[in-house]
């Protein structure tokens, strides 16, 4: 059993439930590797399965909890499927090279580890201070690489406007106006010039050593995206799946809306495996942002009949 404390994803096998330190708990086995941690009594729980029975994977809704705040649910609910499904495609394709473009410090390669996937990857982030805290993490991974530099449609230097906090919105472009009224923080702490490269001129260094590179291309680099797939030029042929956001209502000025988005890449050749909600308007149920995940088809090392 995980250690008591602040709650866990409330689904899979060998998740648990897990409430507050000093709260009165109750345990139930919901099977033989999955259990519920739970306050006391009175507080209506449901158990719903999720998949085959075989799969032994179990969505458990504190159903008063769920109702008020219904949103923030369905987002951390996405954001666990987004993950699995990432690791599944990844299987699928057999790939060994994962490309991390917008790498913050960090957070989806560790994911990557944690889903099981012990092939090479290559991230990109150009902010100092990020990349600092990057190289910290990958360092003791001798598979984990890290490239202090953003990927764009050309070879130059720009400014980027620097957030404060995680730094996760710093961006290439400007915040939309609809962004700064949404996240007012957009408007960021400075600027800080940093070098931008295309990735087919840094491709062959990414993938050196690989006898035979299967690569994915994960782009999270706030509307930045389709530049950075630009700057893959002919090299796209050797990506066989990618991820990347897509803007149903733009945070950031001269950022692609969701269909120019999904067009170019269908375009390229890839086609859609899961498209999963990241964002959402506070104010309506308007969904902000999305994760689309896509592959080549024909790339796939074995279809469904053969899993």
Known sequence: MP????????????????????????????????????????????????????SRTHLVVDEVAARDGLHQQQLQLAS???????????????????????ANVGQFGQRLRRAGYTGRIV???????????????????????????ALGDEDTEAEMTVVDGAGKTSSLLQASEFGTSWLPRLDGVGKETVR???????????????????VFLKMDTQGYDLRTFAGAGGRIEDVLGLQSELA??????????????????????????????????RDTPRVIEFDVVMIRADAVLKGPAAR
């Open 3 to 54: 250690r008591l404390g602040l709650a866990t994803e409330p689904m899979g096998p060998g998740a648990a439930v897990v409430a507050r330190r000093g709260q009165r708990l109750s345990v139930h086995g919901l099977d033989d590797r999955t259990w519920v941690v739970q306050r006391g009594q009175g507080r209506r729980r449901t158990v719903r399965r999720m998949g085959p029975a075989r």
């Open 80 to 102: 666990y499927m987004a993950a699995e499904h990432v690791g599944s495609v990844l299987h699928d394709l057999g790939i060994n090279c994962v490309l991390d473009v917008g």
């Open 123 to 149: 991230s990109f982030e150009p902010l100092p201070h990020l990349a600092k805290q990057l190289h910290e993490r990958a360092d003791p991974d001798p598979e984990w690489h890290v490239m202090a530099y």
């Open 196 to 214: 931008i490269r295309r990735l087919e001129d840094v491709f062959d260094d990414a993938v050196d050593g690989l006898d035979e590179p299967r």
């Open 248 to 281: 149903s209502i733009p945070i950031y000025d001269q950022m692609p809306r969701m269909p120019e988005a999904l067009a170019t890449y269908e375009e390229a050749g890839f086609e859609t495996t899961g498209i999963f909600p990241i964002s959402r308007d």
